[in-house]
């Protein structure tokens, strides 16, 4: 195996290192292409059901790998866009997973194993707003769907039915309905691809089930894994920090130190992250 196949860092900028996973990502296609290729001329010739069930199956991690390298070609054309339009803004990956749902607004949670919020990356600031606002509540879709390793889809008043003050909260934030797919990786979920105002004909097309497993299986974790998602996932540390620094002011546990910043934050209307920074430079007192 070569650095390059083994996961070692490339030279040069983000758009070399996603093209090159691109790239590689392409060639695994391919391979998987030819190998669903072998066992259909063998299912033809002997008739045997375990050549068709592994051309199958061969297709499926295929598209998987088509879908992840399409991903990352995605991402090299929005940089060379952000440079040539000289706007200084880098571009962020979860633009193009959501352009690639077919909607604007796209989230995606990393979680832990008592379904907290450990990272969040989000396409734009309606998507981030939801992200907090299911961290704030403990409760939506991304939970549901962590929760029971399946598929969450959920718009209009059964939003606000299912989970009372999320759906408010999210049509406050211009959404009005979400799907919410697991990222299972073997016998985990590590964490939830969330799809906001998406296509009815894209989710039944299948289309979100090949994005959350190429980012799962291609992007999150594998040869390439890239968790960071190019410095677009932010982690909640600030926020646990904050709550750390208010349980030993207060003598509260830092169970009960998160709950006030998340109150505090959901009152105000105003990002978990300003109330953690305010709490842990002491400009803001809870008790």
């Given amino acids: 195996m070569s650095a390059m196949e083994g996961g070692f860092p490339e030279a040069g900028g983000p758009a070399d290192t996603a093209r090159a996973r691109a790239g590689r990502a392409d060639r695994r296609a391919a391979q998987e292409v030819a190998n669903a290729e072998r066992h259909e001329r063998r299912f033809a010739e002997t008739g045997r059901e375990f050549h068709s069930a592994m051309a199958t199956r061969h297709r499926a991690v295929a598209e998987r790998h088509l879908t992840t390298a399409r991903l990352q070609h995605a991402y090299v ?68 769907a962590a929760r029971h390793r399946r598929a969450v889809y959920a718009s209009g008043a059964t939003l606000e039915r299912r989970w009372p003050g999320y759906g408010s909260g999210l049509a406050a934030l211009g959404l009005r309905a979400v799907a919410a797919l697991p990222l299972n990786a073997s016998s985990d979920c590590i ?56 349980s030993e002011q207060s003598g509260s546990s830092v169970d009960d130190a998160l709950a006030l910043i998340k109150a505090r934050s959901f009152a105000l209307g105003v990002p978990l992250e300003t109330v953690a920074r305010r709490v842990i430079s002491g400009d803001l007192k809870l008790k």
Avoid: K, W
């Avoid at 450990?118 to 998507?127: E, T």
């Avoid at 009815?200 to 594998?222: H, K, P, Q, T, Y």
């Fill in 77 to 144: 054309l929005r940089l060379a866009e952000a440079e040539s339009e000289n706007s200084g803004v880098p571009p962020l990956f979860m633009a193009g997973v959501a352009e690639a749902c077919g909607t604007r607004s796209a989230a995606l949670t990393l979680l832990g194993d008592d379904l907290s919020q450990l990272a969040v990356a989000a396409s734009d600031q309606p998507s981030r707003g939801a992200q907090d606002l299911e961290y704030v509540l403990t409760a939506g879709p991304g939970r549901d």
């Fill in 191 to 246: 964490g939830v691809l969330t799809v906001f105002d998406p296509a009815a004909a894209l989710a039944r097309s299948g289309r979100f089930r090949e994005v959350a497993a190429a980012l799962a299986d291609g992007v999150l974790i594998g040869p390439d894994a890239d968790p960071g998602l190019y410095g677009g996932t932010d982690l909640r540390a600030v926020v646990h920090q904050a709550s750390g620094v208010l």
